[in-house]
């Protein structure tokens, strides 16, 4: 409620950065912080797996905890993170995640993002089982309008800043 928000104004206040494009690096993990909230922009998280990748797709009001990669436990995994235009993240610091606490609504709508993260990834994965690659490719070009694509007279435009190699990622296209 906007009284609410009032209250709570001061405590959401919170450092941003402007990622360039290119490899990201993701800041230290700061112990009380609820993660990084995705301002503006793209980023890329690109796992490998022995010889098999795969690529998934953060976008603006995504959540995510970049420190939280448990992959280093299994032999041969990596995780490579990318940014493909200029993209900007606020921190959710140990202000927010208080102001978070103590706000069910505040809760509840960014509990929301990291469930919906969760609902696209297995989604894909469940495309990632398609035999064909162009109905993997066509379930996810329409997963990615759905995001981010732009009604227009002409049908939906899905103007995004992606190689040939990133979507054969996410879809796990092989040559």
Known sequence: SPSDL?????????????LKPGRWQPPPAESDAFGLY?????LVRRLQVGSARSAEILGPSDVLRPWHEDFDLYDGA???????SPA???????????AIGSSP???VALSGRLVRRTRELAYLAALSHLVKVH????????????RW??????GVVLALPFTHEILAEVVGAQR
Not at 149 to 154: F, I, Q, S
């Open 78 to 84: 990596d995780t490579r993170w990318t940014v493909p």
């Open 105 to 107: 609504e505040l809760n």
């Open 135 to 146: 109905e993997r490719l066509l379930g996810t070009l329409w997963h990615l309008a759905e």
């Open 38 to 42: 995705l301002v503006d922009g793209l």
């Open 6 to 18: 009032d209250g709570l104004e001061a405590q959401l206040r919170c450092r941003t950065f402007v």
């Open 88 to 98: 900007r993240l606020a921190m959710l610091d140990g202000r927010v995640t208080s």
């Open 149 to 154: 694509g732009r009604v227009t007279a002409r």
